[in-house]
């Protein structure tokens, strides 16, 4: 079996892989990493968004071979120790989430939209979730906290 | 509430946001047992088709792989119905046996053949590929009216495909009405089939311990006691105190997660067969044929009316289609959560409705948010709206015309549900002045200008919630009675504790219902944990479904609240040497009134458990007190939704432009948290009326089987939304709450539909079927108007 290695949050990580393992199941499986969902087998539904090299990525359109040598950041690497990253802090202040499953893809997503477009209108904020599902806050919330968060990042 | 309080009625933000935030959830998939092994489930690649052998030789033996069973192999109870209806004959309804894994004949694509239990779940996934399943392809019944016409049997045994034929009301009285009326306005409608797509696909992790002989399931459950129940005493006869069934955090439910699947009693079997736990995961393409889908109802409707527009009688046909078996609650949704809505809010007389469950080669029908109501609540203001246009009258002043006046509450409808309260004017005020519907003709002009289409549509309705009564749902024929439990366990140092069996996957109970303790104790939210998911933890309880958690297991935290305030009393009044009555509890401290002597909540607490000179005839140590909660009746939840939407005549494109939602509620102890339920199930509503719709071909093949085929409301699919409450308290619980989780999925779909044929009446559109996708609009203009299409 190969052996990937890569930076995740941070820290060198290895691992013997079979060549057909995703990047989300290195990091779910290999590396316990459980923050990063999978909640669909099409690469919609973006549950699994995470960095790679610093932009956002679905981790399930990755072989975890593919991220060799990557600098990949989880969801569980975003916040500074207690400190919850602005995004975060948004998606809370405005009650962006509910279930909190589809919250992780969400949050690394939309941290990559302030980014690279820090003032992203409201329709361009929609058009840029169009590969998050969230079925239960109806985006109206999740809206806001990416609008919070661009006054906050 | 002051500003930054934490008590009823306060915006505090939710307690379990941060383990969510970064990842620290705790899905049933993050669960990974010690020497865990992997399941994956072979399905029915057919709708219908006997079974002739399955060769499970060459899977047995291949790499990794620990055990292979079939429904040969399963030697356990059928997967149990909930709850029995009975025919208009007196007969009770057919109920064929469900097995976990298919015996003798498959009847939907997606039934489970065999499981393969292997060291690695690609393993698992490979080896079932190997096993040779000879199918015996049989017709398959897909359509409700094939399946009726007895074109071919779902379940041989019982010989026809109609699980029951019920009614309610008086069918000659009906017609001696209809027979005077001034005017009928009659109705097809269909209720599009849904695919509810929780965002966490189901899961199970079954696990043996042989040294205690005991069994737990960790599960997608929205109730975990219900599954101990079902599994338990029904499927694998496990007695309940050997099994234990967790539910950790869950991503979403919406109805879907509330039944007992086959796979959860599938791990918890073969567990100790294999002799090490076994986590299943599913995968989305087959939670498109395993999870239980919703709605599906074909129906005819008419209303008679006076001259005056007054509604004399409904008369409703309607066939319901429960899939190939019966799921855990289906047979109620067409039933007690449909027909007894179809008064709405509306004072019509005489009601009557038959309707017709029907088998098919189809997944399992159950209740998706709303369940039942939405359909009756579709029917229904679709209905109303076609009225308003036959009677020449507006959409607004038909409704007031026949709305149920404040003043005539409590009102019994003609379909059993007696209603406590409600104010359908209010409502309707509040939502024409928030939506701005002054300003709609201007909008409607400022689109016609840009060559779009505007139209508005209207939407006021009712739905019971509160699950439920138990005396009532017994009555109609739930198999158990639905009341909650509570246990406020205070701890000597005056921490507290809530286990309760409601079980929150995404609703926010951690907070609301610790806004309850801090409201009735006056205790700071870091004072309270609530507990829930878990058979071994909580008590006992029924879980969340049907807008209960708060209406019903909120009154339960209460109850249970008032029992230890009222045991604290006597622990004060003994320590400050005082009479029980004369104590008084406020803001966490207990008073002898008119003096200065008191205790602070914790300090009684401490009292209770290390006591030295208790009169132990009198008071028992410890300060932990459980409560059940069995509601007296449903709860009303209702209101106003109104939608405007614009098209796009040349494509067919709806875009919503506006949505507005002012629902009763009844008392909000979070409104940050309850509007956001009212947005979600907009979404919802908004997604069945425009986006989703779940397609089977005629060989029961189902098209619309992933994320690429079936529309999951994306954020580019909404404006941003308009939603308040304007409220009356339910006038038979305590905190005077109705519930909230699904008013946004039964009040909007109407809302919209209206919306999209108000804007293309002109046009000669005059009906519109869900979801109102484009190619759906341009085939509608089209027919009406050649020309337009044309264009």
Partial sequence: MPTVSMTVNGKKVSGEVEGRILLVQFLRENLRLTGTHVGCDTSQCGACVVHVNGDSMKSCTLLAVQAEGAEVTTIEGLADGDTLHPMQEAFRDNHGLQCGFCTPGMVMSAVDLVKKNPKASEHEIREWLEGNICRCTGYHNIVKSIQQAQQTM | ??????????????????????????????????????????????????????????????????????????????????????????????????????????????????????????????????????????????????????????????????????????????????????????????????????????????????????YTLFTTSQNPHVIRLLMGAFVLSIPEHKLRVVAPDVGGGFGSKIYHYAEEAIVTWAAPRVGRPIKWTCDRSDAFISDAHGRDHISKAKMAMDSEGKFLALKVETKANMGAYL????????????????????????????????????????AYRGAGRPEATYLLERLVAKCAREMGMSQTDIRRANFIPADAFPYQTPVALQYDSGNYTATLDKAESVHDVAGFEARRKESEARGKRRGIGYSTYLEACGIAPSAVVGSLGARAGLYESAEVRVHPTGSVTVFTGSHSHGQGHETTFAQLVCERLGLPMSNIEISHGDTNKVQFGMGTYGSRSLAVGGEAIMKAMDKVVNKAKKIAAHILEASESDIEFKDGTFTVAGTDRSMAFGEVALAAYVPHNFPHDELEPGLDEKAFYDPLNFTFPGGCHICEVEVDPDTGVVSVQRMTAVDDVGRVINPMIVEGQIHGGLAQGIGQALLEGCVYDADGQLVTGSYMDYCMPRADNFPSFSAGTEITLCAHNSLGVKGCGEVGAIGSPPAVINAVVDALWDLGVHDMPMPASPQTVWKALKAASPAVAAE
């Fill in chain 2, 1 to 214: 509430m002051p500003e930054g309080g934490t008590g009823i009625g306060a915006a505090v933000k939710r307690v379990e946001d941060k383990r969510f935030l970064t990842g620290r959830g705790n899905y049933t998939d993050d669960i990974n047992r010690p020497n865990q092994t992997y399941a994956y489930i072979l399905r029915s690649s057919h709708a219908h088709a006997t079974l002739n052998s399955v060769d499970t030789g060459a899977a047995t033996s291949a790499p990794g792989v620990l055990a292979v069973f079939t429904g040969a192999d399963m030697e356990t109870g059928g997967l149990p119905c909930g709850w029995q209806v009975h025919s208009k004959d007196g007969s009770p309804m057919h109920e064929p046996p469900h097995p976990p894994l298919a015996k003798g004949k498959v009847r939907h694509v997606g039934d489970p053949v065999a499981v393969v239990i292997a060291e690695t779940y690609a393993q698992a996934k490979d080896a079932a590929e190997l096993i040779a399943v000879d199918y015996g392809e049989l017709p398959a019944v897909v359509h409700m009216n094939d399946a009726l016409a007895g074109k071919s049997l779902v379940h041989d045994e019982i010989g026809t495909n109609l699980c029951y034929d019920w009614e309610i009301g008086d069918e000659a009285q009906i017609d001696e009405a209809f027979a005077k009326a001034h005017h009928v306005t009659e109705i097809d409608i269909v209720n599009n089939r849904l695919i509810p797509n929780a965002m966490e696909p189901r899961a199970a992790v079954g696990e043996y311990d042989r040294s205690t002989d005991e």
């Fill in chain 2, 327 to 366: 799921s855990t609650f289906a047979p109620c949704v067409p039933t007690y959560l449909y027909a007894t809505l179809l008064a709405g809010v509306y004072s019509t007389p005489l009601i009557y409705c038959n309707v017709k469950a029907i088998f098919t080669n189809t997944v399992p029908v159950d």
